[in-house]
Structure formats: C-alpha cells, structure tokens
C-alpha cells in the first residue's frame, strides 16, 4: 500500500512538471527573480508542554531565489529570543538552506503572474545552536518542514504576506534512544509571519512572465517570408549590379564625349539685346493655382517690375481645349487672375501696373498641354 502510494504522487508530480514545462517562462537570469523576507513568530516543543506557555519569540531574516515559477531555493536565520533570566538575549539559533515548491503553480500551470493566494511546500536542513551562560554551547543540526501561505500583494505583486507553520526537528536529540531522527520529542513547533519584496528582474517585472509560444506552422511561414525576402533582396542586388555596370558604361561613354568635345569646342557668341522676352507661367490641367515650381517664373516678372518703376505688365490666361467651352473661358481669367494677386499679394507690385485677361483656349503652341499658361508680358508704360 505504502509502495502504491509514493508511486502515485511520482506520478501526478510529473504530470504536473511536464505540463509546466510546456510553457516558456521569461525573466529566468541568475539576476531575476530574489526575494528579502523579514519575519517575526514563535516557536514551542512540539510535545510535553503547553503551546502558549513554553512559547518563546522568533525572529529571523529570508533571501531566496526563484529558480522556475515552481521550485525555489533559500537561505534564512532565524533566532529565538530567550524568556528566562539569562546572560543571553538568545537561547537559540538556525540557520538553514530551504527547498520550496510552489503547489498552485505545481497542480495548477504558471498563469503568467502569481496568485493572490499560494500555497508553498517547503523543507529544509541547517545548523541549530543553543547559547549558554558559559561554555558547553550547544551545536546540532537541524530539519525542517513546513507550508507557507502567501499572499501577494499590490497590482505588480512585488510584496508576499506568507503565514508559515513548520516543523523544526533536532535530528541529534534522543536519537540513540527513539532510534528515529524524525521523533515528535525532538521537534518544535515554529508559526511565523513574515513580509517579503520579489526584486525586479531583468523583464522589467518582479516575477516570472510567459513568453509568446509558436507553433511549427507559424514558425514555417515565417521561415518562408525570410527566404521570399531574402530572394528578393538577392535579386534587387543583382539588378543593382547590372545598372551598376550600365551606369560605369555610361560615365566611360560621357567622359570620351568630353574629351572629344574639348578638342573641337565650338566659339559661341553672345549678342546683347535690349528686347524684354515674354514670361510664361504654366498651369496643371483643371487647375488655375500658381503651382510652387512656376513661381520663380513670376518672381523674375516682379523683380523686373521692382527695378524698372515705368514698366506695367499684361497677363494673358489661356485654356488647353479639353472640356467645356464656357468652363475653359472662366478657366483661363482665372489664371490670369492668379498671376496678378501674386504679384501684388506677394510681391507687393501696385496693382494699377497690371492687366489681366482672360483669352479663353489658347492654339500658340501645338502641343495641346502646352496652352494650359498664362503669358506675361512686360512693357514700357507711355
């Protein structure tokens, strides 16, 4: 029966384990995952005495390390305060290496985030020593095992309330004559509460978080987005190459160009004239605003305007034959019309120096596109 039994929990433990397993945690550094608990209680003899009456103070002090989101592993001291008349504060000490498992995270899976409420099972073995007023001090070593409720506290669950009852067992007591270390008459029992801070780890949280899981046909999609990118990279490199080439071709053809040039350059000869050309100003097909890259063309007309004050200026809008007559005849004032404010909202030129007119569908240029304009022209006022 007994067999039957302990094969039975081995069982669901490792059920429970390879389940946890299946989940991949993040925050799993030597650096994540510390906790300091300080804690204060009472230790009793477990037999031959009344609790409250043998009950002496305990204190101690817990550092522990979140190994995975079920096993842990710490270290602790604890002292007990002495209540008779003694040169000692403390009659006693123990300082042990404790072993934790997390219950609800063992039975249960890691949601991601601890429980408001966990149970811990917990054991541990250490170093026990007894003061005395003089020498002959006491050393054993020592036992534990016990359950830890915690309770986890605040939004980020950096801080654990723990009620902690456990079982401390001298393992050297009357072993000789109970010939069992585990012995009731050797144990005490210890009730303490204590209030721990979870460190915040390398994942920005103070405890463990899950990480995302994929399975194997995400994993393949996205190996084959990598190689269809990859290819593509490929190819646009060899493409890359091949204008590369084309472009070293080019500059080798231009450089000959140049150096043929510079053998037979022709004299070119500049006649000044005194005549003041015609300024066009083009038009996007529909529209009638003076677009940003024909307004250099306007500014060359006011700054003439600016440096001869006797010069006025007559604007001519015109319409490419595409759509409606009358449409095309308002189309064409208006950009006409366009010019003109610019020219005065802008550039501050007197509006008494400028005509506009509307001439309806321009034919000056054959290219159809082309009479989408307005053309200023520039005179000497009489």
């Not at 994942?203 to 990859?230: C, M, P, V, W």
């Not at 003076?290 to 306007?298: F, I, R």
């Amino acid at each position: 029966m007994k067999k039957s039994i302990i094969l039975s929990v081995v069982f669901v433990a490792t059920a429970a384990l390879t389940a946890n397993a299946q989940t991949t945690v993040e925050g799993s550094k030597f650096g994540d995952n510390w906790s300091m608990e300080l804690k204060a209680g009472a230790i009793t003899p477990l037999t031959h005495s009344a609790f409250l009456k043998n009950a002496r103070p305990a204190v101690g002090v817990e550092f522990s390390k979140q190994l995975t989101p079920v096993f842990g592993l710490g270290i602790q001291g604890m002292g007990y305060i002495n209540t008779t008349y003694s040169k000692t504060a403390f009659d006693g000490s123990d300082v042990s290496l404790l072993g934790k498992v997390n219950l609800m995270n063992l039975f249960g899976t890691y949601k991601g985030t601890p429980r408001v409420f966990e149970i811990e099972a917990l054991g541990g073995i250490g170093w026990l020593h007894g003061y005395t007023n003089g020498a002959g001090d006491y050393n054993s070593w020592s036992s534990r095992l016990g359950l830890n409720f915690n309770f986890n506290l605040g939004e980020s669950k950096a801080w654990t309330l723990g009620i902690k009852p456990a079982l401390v067992y001298d393992m050297e007591g009357d072993f000789n004559q109970h010939k069992s270390r585990f012995n009731a008459n050797n144990a005490s029992l210890e009730l303490t509460a204590g209030l721990a801070y979870h460190f915040r780890g390398s994942n920005g949280s103070h405890h463990f978080t899950l990480a995302k899981l994929y399975d194997q046909a995400e994993i393949n999609e996205l190996n084959g987005t990598i190689n269809n990118l990859r290819r593509q990279v490929n190819e646009k490199n060899n493409l890359l190459g091949e204008e590369a080439k084309r472009l070293n071709m080019l500059q080798q053809e231009f450089s000959n160009y140049q150096a043929n040039a510079e053998k037979a350059k022709p004299v070119v000869v500049v006649k000044k004239t005194t005549e003041i050309p015609e300024i066009l100003v083009s038009f996007k097909q529909g529209q009638s605003a003076v677009d940003a890259s024909q307004q250099p063309n306007v500014e060359r007309v006011a700054d003439y305007m600016r440096s001869h004050q006797n010069v006025k200026v007559t604007i001519k809008g015109y319409a490419s034959p595409e759509g409606k007559i009358e449409l095309n005849e308002k189309l064409a004032q208006t950009r006409a019309d366009a010019v003109k404010n610019l020219l005065i909202k802008k550039y501050k030129i007197s509006a008494d120096r400028i005509v506009s007119e509307g001439q309806g569908i321009g034919n000056m240029f054959s290219e159809s596109s082309w009479n989408r304009v307005s053309i200023c022209t520039l005179e000497e006022a009489k």
